[in-house]
């Protein structure tokens, strides 16, 4: 009977923090920092690209053109890497509440996920050292592409197969719990079917233009088009920092009515659809 009640503290701690920290991935401080920097990253390549800062080093030199590379790659993969574990945090939290109370929701785990996430970003560029060819030395103008070494290659495979497989299960897997819930336990089921959407922007934007990276690659396709693939890879994962905040805005209740909370928002907006959504927190 004790540990019954223990148990239940649990749950309710649970759900409590569903509604504090788990309202969105835009929770998580890692993953803002690391969109605020990938922002960052897109102002300057626009800047460049519109000719702002004059000359034509930042396209011709091949030691920029690779510092480049370096930068976008540890960029994009700790961007991939950290929804990835980032999501796979709230499904263990979701799936197991009671372990994830007792062994996961401390400082040390945020730790060892950025610590995690920056490793396997900060290997992932240092791989475009090794195995350089003549090509990639001697290219006159920046094609990030051809910076793009063989062993790279593999573990860019391998990372993006994998991140692909664990988003799918993660998907089921919190789709099936969505199932389980009673229609009374609104809250959660808000946020898990939400998360669900985000997952799928993530798989649509994030994770097939890279397949199509890796499906080239293994089809041995022609420089020119694996370069265009890669341009369409940087599109679209900005694509997906963007898409999710209007559809949360939509589907996701607790988001819709904080964001009408906001200052700029007309009051008689505001008054009109929270009493749509305000249900949701009773």
């Given at each position: 009977?004790?540990?019954?009640?223990?148990?239940?503290?649990?749950?309710?701690?649970?759900?409590?923090?569903?509604?504090?920290?788990?309202?969105?991935?835009?929770?998580?401080?890692?993953?803002?920092?690391?969109?605020?920097?990938?922002?960052?990253?897109?102002?300057?390549?626009?800047?460049?690209?519109?000719?702002?800062?004059?000359?034509?080093?930042?396209?011709?030199?091949?030691?920029?053109?690779?510092?480049?590379?370096?930068?976008?790659?540890?960029?994009?993969?700790?961007?991939?890497?950290?929804?990835?574990?980032?999501?796979?945090?709230?499904?263990?939290?979701?799936?197991?509440?009671?372990?994830?109370?007792?062994?996961?929701?401390?400082?040390?785990?945020?730790?060892?996920?950025g610590l995690l996430v920056l490793?396997?970003s900060i290997f992932s560029g240092?791989?475009?050292?090794?195995?350089?060819?003549?090509?990639?030395?001697?290219?006159?103008?920046?094609?990030?592409?051809?910076?793009?070494?063989?062993?790279?290659?593999?573990?860019?495979?391998?990372?993006?197969?994998?991140?692909?497989?664990?988003?799918?299960?993660?998907?089921?897997?919190?789709?099936?719990?969505?199932?389980?819930?009673?229609?009374?336990?609104?809250?959660r089921k808000n946020i898990c079917?939400?998360?669900?959407?985000?997952?799928?922007?993530?798989?649509?934007?994030?994770?097939?233009?890279?397949?199509?990276?890796?499906?080239?690659?293994?089809?041995?396709?022609?420089?020119?088009?694996?370069?265009?693939?890669?341009?369409?890879?940087?599109?679209?994962?900005?694509?997906?920092?963007?898409?999710?905040?209007?559809?949360?805005?939509?589907?996701?209740?607790?988001?819709?009515?904080?964001?009408?909370?906001?200052?700029?928002?007309?009051?008689?907006?505001?008054?009109?659809?929270?009493?749509?959504?305000?249900?949701?927190?009773?």
């Open positions: 009977m004790l540990e019954l009640l223990k148990n239940k503290r649990r749950m309710d701690m649970f759900d409590i923090r569903v509604h504090d920290d788990y309202m969105s991935l835009e929770s998580s401080e890692l993953y803002n920092i690391i969109m605020f920097i990938l922002a960052i990253r897109n102002i300057v390549v626009s800047c460049a690209n519109l000719c702002v800062f004059n000359g034509d080093w930042f396209f011709t030199s091949t030691d920029i053109c690779l510092v480049r590379s370096i930068i976008d790659i540890i960029i994009f993969t700790s961007f991939e890497m950290a929804y990835v574990t980032e999501i796979v945090i709230f499904s263990i939290s979701v799936v197991y509440p009671v372990f994830f109370m007792k062994n996961m929701d401390n400082i040390k785990t945020k730790i060892f996920s490793t396997i240092l791989m475009l050292l090794v195995g350089r060819t003549d090509l990639s030395r001697q290219n006159t103008f920046c094609i990030i592409y051809i910076n793009w070494t063989e062993p790279f290659q593999i573990t860019h495979s391998f990372l993006t197969l994998l991140s692909l497989i664990l988003a799918i299960v993660i998907y089921i897997r919190t789709k099936y719990e969505i199932n389980k819930m009673s229609s009374e336990d609104k809250l079917d939400f998360m669900c959407w985000s997952m799928l922007f993530f798989m649509g934007f994030g994770m097939l233009p890279n397949i199509l990276l890796v499906v080239s690659y293994f089809m041995a396709f022609d420089c020119n088009f694996k370069n265009i693939c890669l341009d369409v890879v940087y599109l679209t994962i900005s694509i997906s920092l963007i898409v999710p905040f209007p559809f949360a805005l939509w589907k996701n209740k607790l988001i819709r009515r904080h964001f009408l909370e906001l200052p700029f928002v007309p009051k008689n907006i505001y008054e009109r659809l929270t009493s749509k959504v305000s249900s949701i927190t009773t």
